[in-house]
């Protein structure tokens, strides 16, 4: 890099840090800039996290209605007053419920799949016809375990029997 254009960074990252001097609370492109933060012209300069220390991509604001000084990660919130502060260090905290059900929500039968070809066969006369179908693709393009294949063929044509009125 041009010893002028890490020249011209630095006084941006210097004028940048100052203007969050006076206003502790502002917010540039969704980041809030934590009290004692600062903007690193070198990391700005490399551009690494667009030099901005201390930065946190998602913010709370958290009142201290408290007598003491709270300090909440590298915020410190002054008796009465508010602050943006990292939600994941508050007490309490719960990460979001779509999140957690997304991550809880396990495929049932991608689970069943990790049984046994026993424990499975014994299982499949209870599946649905759009889950058999979908066991016998995973299988098929998964372990491809030969005797189960043929029994989930063997209860695909055990149905398809049943509803054309014929028995086997």
């Known amino acids: 890099m041009k010893r002028t254009h890490f020249l011209a960074l ?3 990252a210097v004028l940048a840090t100052a203007a969050f001097a006076m206003d502790p609370h502002a917010v540039v492109n969704g980041l809030s800039l934590a009290a004692g933060s600062h903007i690193d012209p070198v990391a700005l300069a490399s ?3 667009l030099g901005l220390v201390g930065m946190t991509a998602s913010s709370v604001p958290y009142t201290n209605e408290t007598k003491n000084f709270q300090h909440i990660g590298a915020v410190t919130v002054p008796p ?3 602050r943006d502060v990292d939600p994941t260090l508050l007490a309490g905290y719960q990460p979001d419920a779509e999140l957690q059900s997304e991550t809880v929500q396990l495929d049932p039968v ?3 799949l990790k049984e ?3 424990a499975v066969t014994a299982k499949l006369a209870e599946l649905s016809d759009d889950d058999l179908a979908k066991i016998s693709t995973l299988e098929t393009e998964g372990k491809n375990r030969k005797s189960l294949v043929e029994a989930i063929a063997a209860e695909t044509l055990r ?3 049943e509803k054309n009125g014929g028995a086997q």
């Open 10 to 12: 630095a006084v941006l």
């Open 110 to 112: 991608a689970e069943l």
């Open 47 to 49: 551009g690494s996290a």
């Open 80 to 82: 009465g007053e508010t």
């Open 159 to 161: 149905r398809a029997a």
């Open 116 to 118: 046994s070809v026993s």
